[in-house]
Structures are given as C-alpha cells and as structure tokens.
C-alpha cells in the first residue's frame, strides 16, 4: 500500500517531456530560438498543437530555483488557452531530435533581447 501511495506520488510530479516532434509554427520556433539563446534558459514548453509555449530562464545577475519545468507547463497552457503542454527545451536545447525545428535554428538566430 505504502509503496503505491509513493509511486503515485512521484508519476503527479513528473513532467511530461515531448515524445515526438511537434509541427510548431514559425513563431514558436522563433520563440525557441530567441530562448535557446539565453546563457540561463532553463524550460520550454509547447502546446500539442504547436501554437503556444512557455519559457523559464533564470536572470544573468543570479541564479533560480524552483520547478522550472512545471512552470513552464503551467504558463503554456495558460497561453494556449487549455491545449496541453509539452518539455520540448531543457537548459536550452531541445530535449527530442527535431528536424524541422534544427532545420529553423541553423537558418535563423536567437535574439534574447526579445524576451526581456
């Protein structure tokens, strides 16, 4: 019973990561560049359908703590209005092979002053 009751525990704080890739339009692959840019981007999420993320970095001055992950989920389905969210970006690069995402990123850089 005990060991249940801790397993399930442990699956409510897991974060879901991206298990294959996402068809995510041209301004969410802006976005992940302009994220994957910054020296301190912690979490990138996106919503199944590709159309919202949300994004944790921590400040150049300082370090962050906390659940960068589960909040990055959080502030995506914010966004998407309810569409689930994915991890898709972890410590600034992508957590899956995506071609089509890698294919953007070599062809178009990151501005992290956008995100400011």
């Given at each position: 019973?005990?060991?249940?009751?801790?397993i399930?525990?442990?699956?409510?704080?897991?974060t879901?990561?991206?298990?294959?890739?996402?068809?995510?339009?041209?301004?969410?692959?802006?976005?992940?560049?302009?994220?994957?840019?910054?020296?301190?981007?912690?979490?990138?999420?996106?919503?199944?359908?590709?159309?919202?993320?949300?994004?944790?970095?921590?400040?150049?001055?300082?370090?962050?703590?906390?659940?960068?992950?589960?909040?990055?989920?959080?502030?995506?389905?914010?966004?998407?209005?309810?569409?689930?969210?994915?991890?898709?970006?972890?410590?600034?690069?992508?957590?899956?092979?995506?071609?089509?995402?890698?294919?953007?990123?070599?062809?178009?850089?990151?501005?992290?002053?956008?995100?400011?």
């Amino acid at each position: 019973m005990v060991l249940v009751t801790c397993i399930t525990m442990l699956a409510a704080c897991q974060t879901t990561y991206a298990q294959k890739p996402i068809g995510m339009s041209p301004a969410a692959m802006q976005y992940f560049a302009d994220w994957a840019a910054i020296p301190h981007a912690k979490a990138f999420a996106v919503s199944e359908n590709g159309r919202a993320v949300g994004i944790v970095y921590c400040p150049d001055f300082g370090g962050c703590a906390g659940p960068s992950e589960a909040t990055a989920i959080s502030v995506c389905e914010t966004n998407s209005k309810g569409v689930p969210c994915l991890i898709y970006g972890v410590d600034g690069k992508p957590v899956l092979d995506d071609p089509k995402l890698q294919a953007y990123l070599d062809t178009h850089k990151g501005d992290r002053s956008k995100l400011r």
